[in-house]
């Protein structure tokens, strides 16, 4: 059995997506050693943040944060280039460091873009403490107005 980026990178070579190739080679650019010593390395400090996260919910229980770093890209923007890839990964960021951590989140969609795009914010809170987050939900709800789903032309 060989390490992870070896077991991945032969699933991805069978499928053979351009893009796909082209994620997983920026992933892998990303986190090049995959070896078990740093995954449960990388386990290890997941937990003393996730230690460090509970520390600070006894104090604060609900994080107000942007649901992304930018605003929304176009489609396809991860695939143009492995600069581009970078941009928009990073700016993800609080979309992903949250539920590697397991705190769930609520993003509330505020307003639109002209381009039609929701824009919003994302409230953060300690694990199993779902309830926290809706009833902020269903508070702004009285403040805001309704935003409609977007149906794709058909």
């Known amino acids: 059995m060989g390490n992870l980026e070896e077991l991945g990178g032969e699933a991805i070579k069978r499928e053979n997506d351009p893009d796909a190739n082209f994620i997983y080679d920026q992933m892998s650019r990303r986190?090049?050693?995959?070896?078990?010593?740093?995954?449960?390395?990388?386990?290890?400090?997941r937990a003393r943040i996730s230690r460090e996260w509970n520390n600070f919910f006894d104090n604060y229980p609900l994080i107000l944060c942007p649901v992304?770093?930018?605003?929304?890209f176009p489609d396809l923007k991860d695939l143009e280039s492995p600069e581009s890839f970078d941009l928009v990964f990073d700016s993800m960021l609080p979309q992903i460091a949250p539920p590697f951590l397991g705190l769930p989140g609520l993003t509330f969609s505020t307003n639109k873009a002209t381009s039609n795009i929701p824009l919003g914010v994302q409230f953060i809170t300690r694990k199993y403490r779902e309830d926290i987050l809706l009833n902020v939900g269903y508070e702004l709800e009285n403040f805001f107005p309704e935003i409609k789903p977007i149906f794709p032309n058909s």
């Open 31 to 45: 986190c090049p050693d995959t070896s078990l010593e740093n995954f449960m390395d990388a386990l290890q400090n």
């Open 68 to 72: 992304s770093g930018d605003l929304p």
